[in-house]
């Protein structure tokens, strides 16, 4: 035992002093900060003059040319970044010609767009068309726009026809809603925006990817560390002083440390963040204690398994081949979890709940979504999850024992299948 | 110390049947040509591979984890950690023997000195040369101050005054009461320093013997002379087979029942002996003898 804690506080204290070490504990906050930052600046549509979107018009029942004008003059005037040019087809006598003429004009890309607003369609059942000839990916927003201009303008002109007031209508629609948030006392209330909203969504889904983070992270500190291990041939020589399983249970130990510092580092940062950003999240010491029973056996499954590939490869070239299986497991979470976190106690949640590799990320996402989860399926997930990690580390042990030493070639799985049944 | 010993690596029988018994306070070696099983053999006595059948004991006792720590074992692979500091890597390997505190301290820097690397003490590994490295490796191996030293070629790479200090170091040890075990495929190194020799072949022991009772067994029958006076009388000698002759120097054969004694006594009655010197048989011949032997029986 005492060769085990040596072991891991050499590993410990190695790892944590390298540069690219605290590079990456620092830079992956920052990161994901930064996107933040950017993302939600993008959204508030700072951008740059863009060329003018050009629209041929023919209006078949004649009588929207003012509403369209207005609509669309009220338009440009507030986004003089990206003007829409409006070009009128009046149609004479005929007017399949002149359709045709606008089509032709579309094809030429002479405009970007051309619309067609049906004879009946103030009163009658006809259609506002919007004819695009390879429309370009930047566009596809603005057709959007277009559209919802070209239907206020329609709607615009039926209150006229009818009567009605625009000014009292749109008062009529407004009504202002406040979402507020209650502290514990009466004068602690919050105002919630909708960004708040969103957050809250995406907190079960930090808590995951902190774990992802967690266990793939370190998973891939401790496949380079055997290798190096490997090829600096300093393992026998570790070998003459400690037995195998005591040198693999102590860098799982040391490394499994690394990952708790880490993982909590970015916890309290996060939760800090989250604090003086004004969202009120409450954790419960419930779910950090699952939390960290999660995180440790996940982290022990996996490290188990990565330290037997280690042990069978000789450069981390050919670990990537073997990697990529172990690692799209880790994946599947990252692409369900708002399936899980709408429905905490669907199928699908439960069946990822009882496949362990996959245990840990799915039952911290349905713990933090806030739902009840009958305790006793935590209990079963967590004693299959530690079956499951004994298991790992077991088979681990014995591939470990004989990889280490094979020099040169890598082991098959068939190879691999049958050090595990010999010794 | 081993009983019976099998390995195999799928068909290939690394060791077969062997058995060895290394005595306490001796310095042991392991000889054999290229793949013959020494490493393997070294390997399974620290545990690090298990024999498929027959049983290892060392200290009297067959769990070498708890004896570890009463053993220094420098393998053929050798490495350290590259970006540790010297002093670190001892005291690191040090701990993992169970030295700690000041007894820890005092083995770090009395073996900094005793491989002359105290000045480079806190230097990382990797900016030592190779042969500080080797000497660092030897030290690591030592720290702890074990009873039985294993060393798996311990001079490959080695330059003739870090080979010597080595050596020294070995005798200085066995001198101590300790055991030493080692295995080469050079011969003239083993001869200098070892006390019994195990000869392996193929996984199979060919030779275990006291190296002084192994030479004094294997006495050649050749005589080497130099003498004054006339020497054509040697050539008639009952117990002379043949001679050969450069000048005063002369290479004499005998039969396999003749006294070098009696040889000695008819000379130096007739002719002046500047020189008399049986010739022992150097451990390269006996290996090439017995090994090569051994490989024309298989073909």
Redesign the interface.
């Known amino acids: 035992m005492?060769?085990i804690l040596?072991?891991a506080q050499?590993e410990y204290m190695?790892t944590v002093k390298?540069k690219t070490f605290i590079l990456g504990i620092l830079m992956v906050p920052f990161i994901i900060g930064g996107i933040i930052f950017f993302t939600s600046r993008m959204s508030r549509g700072k951008t740059g003059p863009q060329l003018p979107i050009k629209v041929a018009v023919t209006d078949l029942s004649n009588e929207l040319d003012d509403e369209i004008k207005a609509s669309f003059n009220k338009y440009n005037q507030e986004n003089p970044n990206r003007q829409i040019r409006i070009q009128n087809l009046e149609a004479q006598e005929d007017s399949d010609t002149v359709q045709k003429q606008g089509r032709d004009k579309l094809r030429q890309s002479q405009v970007d767009a051309y619309v067609v607003l049906d004879r009946d369609i103030l009163e009658g059942p006809g259609k506002i068309r919007l004819y695009t000839y390879k429309p370009k990916a930047s566009n596809i927003d603005i057709f959007w726009t277009i559209e919802n201009l070209f239907r206020r303008a329609v709607v615009n002109q039926r209150y006229k026809m009818q009567n009605l007031s625009q000014e009292l209508l749109a008062k009529l629609q407004h009504v202002p809603i406040e979402q507020v948030e209650m502290g514990s006392a009466d004068d602690q209330d919050r105002v919630q925006s909708k960004t708040d909203r969103a957050l809250r969504m995406m907190v079960p889904f930090f808590f995951m990817y902190l774990i992802f983070l967690g266990i793939v992270g370190t998973g891939q500190h401790m496949i380079s560390n055997v290798i190096e291990?490997k090829s600096?041939?300093?393992?026998?020589?570790?070998?003459?002083?400690?037995?195998?399983f005591q040198l693999m249970a102590g860098k799982i130990l040391g490394l499994g440390g690394i990952g708790l510092t880490v993982v909590g580092l970015w916890a309290v940062a996060a939760y800090i963040t989250a604090r003086w950003q004004g969202l009120n999240i409450d954790v419960t010491t419930e779910l950090v204690l699952y939390f960290v029973i999660y995180y440790i056996l996940g982290f022990l499954l996996i490290t188990s398994l990565l330290t037997a590939v280690g042990s069978i490869c000789n450069t981390i070239k050919e670990t990537q081949g073997m990697m990529m299986p172990i690692m799209m497991v880790f994946i599947i979470p990252l692409l369900a979890w708002f399936k899980v976190v709408r429905d905490p106690n669907g199928l699908m949640s439960r069946v990822f709940s009882f496949l362990p590799p996959l245990t840990p990320m799915v039952m911290i996402l349905r713990l933090s979504s806030g739902s009840d989860i009958w305790k006793v399926e935590i209990f079963a997930s967590i004693i299959l999850l530690a079956v499951a990690v004994l298991v790992a580390m077991w088979a681990a042990a014995k591939v470990f024992r004989t990889g280490i030493?094979m020099?040169g070639k890598r082991l098959s799985f068939r190879e691999v299948c049958r050090c595990i049944r010999q010794? | 110390m081993l009983n019976n010993v099998h390995k195999s690596f799928g068909d290939v029988r690394a060791v077969n049947n062997l058995s060895v018994r290394v005595p306490k306070g001796s310095i042991y070696g392991f000889l054999g040509p290229n793949g013959a099983g020494k490493t393997t053999t070294l390997?399974m006595i620290?545990?690090?591979?298990?024999p498929d059948t027959g049983r290892i004991e060392i200290f009297g006792d067959s769990l070498v984890?708890q004896a570890?720590?009463r053993?220094?074992?420098?393998?053929e692979?050798?490495?350290?950690?590259?970006?540790?500091t010297v002093a670190k890597v001892l005291a690191?390997?040090g701990?993992?023997?169970?030295l700690a505190g000041n007894e820890l301290s005092h083995c770090v820097s009395r073996w900094l000195q005793r491989v002359e690397l105290t000045n480079w003490a806190h230097k990382k590994v990797e900016e030592l040369s190779r042969g500080m490295h080797q000497k660092l490796?030897f030290a690591?191996?030592t720290i702890n101050e074990p009873e039985l030293l294993i060393l798996d070629e311990p001079f490959a790479g080695l330059d003739p005054i870090n080979t010597d200090l080595l050596k020294s170091i070995m005798i200085e040890m066995r001198d101590e009461g300790k055991t030493v075990i080692f295995s080469t495929h050079v011969m003239h190194e083993a001869e200098k320093v070892c006390d019994s020799i195990l000869l392996i072949n193929k996984g199979q022991a060919i030779l275990d013997d006291k190296l002084a009772h192994i030479q004094s067994q294997r006495t050649s029958h050749i005589v080497s002379v130099e003498l004054e006076g006339n020497t054509g009388f040697i050539e008639r000698l009952p117990m002379v087979t043949a001679v050969e002759s450069d000048g005063h120097h002369l290479e004499i054969s005998l039969t396999d029942s003749a006294d070098t004694q009696e040889l000695l006594k008819s000379l130096v009655n007739r002719v002046r002996v500047k020189r008399f010197e049986v010739k022992v048989p150097s451990l390269h011949e006996i290996f090439v003898d017995l090994v090569g032997k051994g490989n024309e029986e298989d073909s």
């Open positions: 005492k060769k040596r072991v050499r190695e390298t291990e600096s041939r300093v393992i026998e020589v570790l070998l003459s002083a400690v037995s195998p030493l020099y010794s | 390997r620290m545990n690090i591979i298990r984890e570890k720590a053993i220094g074992y420098m393998p692979e050798r490495g350290l950690y590259r970006k540790m690191y390997f701990a993992l023997k169970g490796q690591v191996t």
